[in-house]
């Protein structure tokens, strides 16, 4: 996954000056040059052993240096000078994480969506077929869908994981159903036969969809949809998405297991 940016992460690092994940709005010029100063000198507290602007470029799902990139920048931003910036990191490195980190920028166009357009909460999953956790969080989506059919809409993001041998087949499976119309129903039948996600199973899934089975096979077979797989991979990391599930509200990473009850009372607190 991201081989691009690592490549060019392992050479040239502090040379980058648009950081993954790093959103440089407010800061222009000298500021932006201080804050970018501070990010190349200052160490991440992940346990990396890397700086701050080496750990976005080679790592951009790590957390803490997204939070603590942000942290110079709002700081830089509020008119902070260098040496209270830094003074200060340590101590936002200790402080437990939030249940919602900032919002960050997430692209849904194209993707399948369930809820109405309209709704003033979009949850943005980041998801795997063949982890226990994603399948495991299917029963609690479903409800919070349930309590807030109005307020709420889901947007499903591809991320299977490399140690998961057959999660890619169902990712890309789930994108052919989709390009016949079929997503959620795929969705939901790969979740329920949760762990088998072989070939043999998807293609009774495709038949019991009734899906046109020369159209669905050959796009399986010549994996027409691996690159958006691939490009989905990147906008998760790139977002912060370690593991599967990862779930964005309105933009918003949550940083707590996906319990039904939980996430109504976070959505309605959200929504005042």
């Not at 996954?1 to 392992?10: A, E, N, P, R, T």
């Not at 059919?149 to 499903?156: E, G, H, N, S, W």
């Not at 959620?184 to 899934?205: C, K, N, T």
């Not at 495709?206 to 958006?228: G, I, P, V, W």
Request: proline share 5%; hydrophobic share 40%; aromatic share 8%.
């Amino acid at each position: 996954m991201f081989v691009s940016v690592l490549c060019l992460g392992q050479a040239t690092w502090q040379a980058v000056t648009d950081l993954p994940g790093v959103d440089w709005n407010g800061l222009t010029g000298p500021k932006k040059a201080s804050a970018l100063r501070i990010m190349q000198t200052e160490g991440c507290t992940c346990g990396c052993d890397m700086k701050l602007a080496e750990c976005r470029v080679k790592d951009p799902s790590c957390g803490v240096s997204r939070k603590l990139a942000a942290a110079v920048v709002k700081e830089t931003a509020a008119g902070k000078d260098a040496a209270a910036v830094r003074a200060d990191l340590q101590r936002i490195a200790n402080e437990p994480p939030a249940v919602l980190d900032d919002p960050v920028k997430i692209s849904t166009a194209g993707d399948p969506v369930i809820g109405p357009a309209n709704a003033r909460m979009t949850i943005v999953e980041f998801s795997d077929f063949q982890c226990p956790y994603c399948s495991k969080a299917v029963a609690e989506v479903k409800e919070v869908m349930r309590q807030m059919p109005k307020d709420v809409k889901l947007v499903f993001k591809q991320f299977p994981l490399d140690s998961h041998s057959q999660a890619e087949m169902g990712a890309e499976a789930a994108l052919a159903a989709q390009a016949q119309g079929k997503f959620w129903e795929m969705h939901d039948r790969l979740y329920a036969g949760f762990p088998d996600v072989s070939r043999q199973r998807i293609l009774s899934y495709a038949r019991e969809l009734k899906l046109d089975m020369n159209r669905f096979t050959s796009e399986l077979d010549s994996h027409k949809y691996q690159a958006r797989v691939r490009m989905e991979e990147q906008e998760g990391e790139v977002a912060g998405v370690g593991g599967t599930p990862t779930f964005f509200f309105n933009g918003k990473k949550y940083n707590s297991t996906f319990e039904a009850a939980q996430v109504v009372a976070l959505i309605k607190k959200e929504l005042k």
